[in-house]
């Protein structure tokens, strides 16, 4: 069996053939960016030399319960984005990446590969059922490796094949030669994301709350919701230009000690609790390119590092934010781990649910780059008492829909469930109340509650907790929980009858219970009339 990594110009590119299983799985970091730890892969092949094609990629879950509607959801994931980018694939590669002390200490590689069998089976049943074959599944755990397609023990015995030392394959000279470089693993990215440990931690956390306290009532109060989202921004700049003055430092680790060291316990609780807001957070969406988006990303960590304790949850904030800029900036793997991250902080934040699919599918960041350089001019022309601004809410889930398949925000499908998902759940912040402990924000200011929709309005999508069965399974967005195998769907949804009224007018079509052919923004109408 013969794979190629090819280009559309093979002229431009070097192509690189893999022949073997011990080539493939050393060619999985390469192919990623960054070395997966705890994953289930899978790679799309096209044509009849196997070209490599889009990939999907996944925590592998701990109940193995839940293992074959992850499968189902990958499969269907993988073969409907191959269609929508380019053609539907013709083959599939799956990789299972755990380490033995992911769930057992004393667990040896076999043992794991043995524990993962029945996934593998799930991946190759739910990909023939769309009639694309799974031609090779390939374990990799504890330096070594494993094939479930190869019955053959002289080419691969029960104990495992060594890996190739990282360095000396074919693909790794390529991709040296090529220029690129392989990211670290995924460890080594969640660590500069992860909360604090040390005695630090209690100091935090004992700020935070007193300076909740002081801050919700604030915000609460007439005109206070302005004055602190001015503050909230104006001390983030002044903290980055801080961070700007700062020498630079090549070791990570380093660097952001360095940088910890740069923002006070007060600031930083301050800029956590502020984020809190969609609004201020939205404002703080818009630095994400060049030499400003880099000191962003660098702020954005040091502050989800801060997010200690019972403050788990506020984390979300500040990890989508450095999520975005990272993708924006190129960091793929970044992006993708520090938005997992803000999912499991908090499984129903809508920016991290609406940037998260399309970050996972590798797409283009352009369309929203482009959004939110247009939220610039517009809130100036706003100013200038010209014509008001649109949603931010809408205006991001316009670009994610366009950065996920090149359609608007206003088709029908998962897109549409995703834009009133998020308008939805950014309205009902402001219904919830807001607590001194949790500090979560959600007054809205004047221009944005004109294009905010009504969270009762018919039509709302639901988001499946975990363990449920969906209603629609075709319109799932797996998420990468890094294990926790959670999905979020979007339940198929009815138009809720209006209520009475006396009066003339006419019965909506189809009545209550069924779904609307066209979901644009009719929903923002009035009550129609029964007769």
């Known amino acids: 069996m013969t794979h190629r990594s090819e280009s559309a110009d093979p002229i431009d590119e070097t192509v690189v053939t893999l022949r073997t299983p011990a080539e493939l799985a050393d060619a999985l970091p390469y192919l990623l ?51 929508r980018r380019e053609t539907r694939p013709d ?64 080419c691969c015995p029960s104990e495992g094949t060594p890996l190739l030392p990282a360095g000396t394959s074919v ?59 001015a503050e909230t921004l104006a ?62 990303l660098r702020l954005w960590r040091a502050l989800a590092r801060r997010c200690v304790r019972e403050y788990r949850e506020h984390a979300a904030a500040p990890l989508t934010l450095a999520g975005w800029v990272a993708w924006s900036l190129g960091d793929l793997a970044e992006g993708q781990e520090a938005l997992t991250m803000a999912l499991i902080a908090d499984p129903h934040y809508a920016f991290a649910l609406l940037l998260h699919p399309a970050c996972s599918a ?41 950065a996920s398949g090149g359609r608007s925000a206003e088709t029908n499908g998962p897109e549409r469930a995703e834009v009133l998902e998020h308008e939805r759940r950014e309205a009902d912040v402001s219904q919830g109340g807001v607590s001194a402990e949790k500090a979560d924000v959600g007054t809205e200011e004047p221009e944005d509650t004109e294009g905010a929709e009504d969270p009762k309005a018919p039509g709302a999508p639901e988001v499946t907790p975990p363990g449920s069965s969906p209603d629609r399974p ?28 006396s009066g003339p007018g006419s019965r909506p079509a189809g009545g209550a219970g069924t779904r609307p052919r066209n979901r644009r923004d ?5 009550p129609r009339h029964d007769r």
């Open 474 to 501: 075709d319109s799932s967005d797996p998420l990468d929980h890094a294990g926790a195998g959670v999905g979020v769907r979007t339940a198929s949804r009815g138009r809720r009858r209006p209520p009475r009224t």
């Open 91 to 154: 083959g599939v590669v799956a990789f299972l990446c755990q380490e033995p002390e992911a769930f057992a200490g004393d667990a040896s590689g076999q043992q794991v590969m043995e524990r993962l069998r029945p996934l593998a089976q799930a991946l190759r049943t739910e990909c023939g059922d769309l009639d694309v074959p799974v031609l090779e599944v390939v374990c990799v755990s504890d330096g070594r490796f494993w094939t479930y397609c190869c019955p053959d023990q002289r």
């Open 362 to 402: 590798d797409d283009d960041p352009e369309p929203i780059r482009r959004i939110l350089r247009g939220e610039r001019a517009q809130r100036d022309t706003t100013a200038q008492g010209r014509n008001p601004v649109r949603s931010a809410a809408r205006q991001h889930a316009q670009a994610v829909a366009n």
């Open 235 to 296: 001390l983030a700049r002044r903290a980055m230009a801080r961070l700007a003055a700062a020498p630079p430092i090549a070791d990570t680790l380093e660097a952001d000690v360095y940088d910890d060291e740069l923002i006070g316990h007060e600031e930083a609780a301050a800029l956590i609790l502020g984020l809190q807001d969609r609004t201020t957070r939205d404002r703080a969406a818009e630095w994400m390119e060049g030499d400003e988006g880099a000191l962003a």
């Open 33 to 83: 960016g960054f070395r997966p730890e705890n994953s289930v892969v899978l790679i799309a092949l096209h044509g009849p030399r196997g070209r490599f094609g889009g990939r999907v990629r996944l925590g592998i879950p701990e109940r193995p319960d839940d293992w074959p509607s992850v499968a189902e959801q990958l499969a269907q994931c993988l073969v409907s984005g191959c269609e």
């Open 171 to 229: 693909l790794a000279a390529a991709t040296v030669y090529a220029g690129f470089q392989v990211g670290p693993a995924q460890g080594r990215i969640r660590a500069r994301l992860a909360p604090w440990r040390t005695a630090a931690a209690s100091d935090q956390a004992r700020v935070l709350h007193d300076t909740a306290c002081a801050l919700v009532p604030r915000i609460l109060g007439d005109g206070g919701h302005a004055e602190v989202a």
């Open 522 to 526: 009719a929903i923002r109408r009035g």
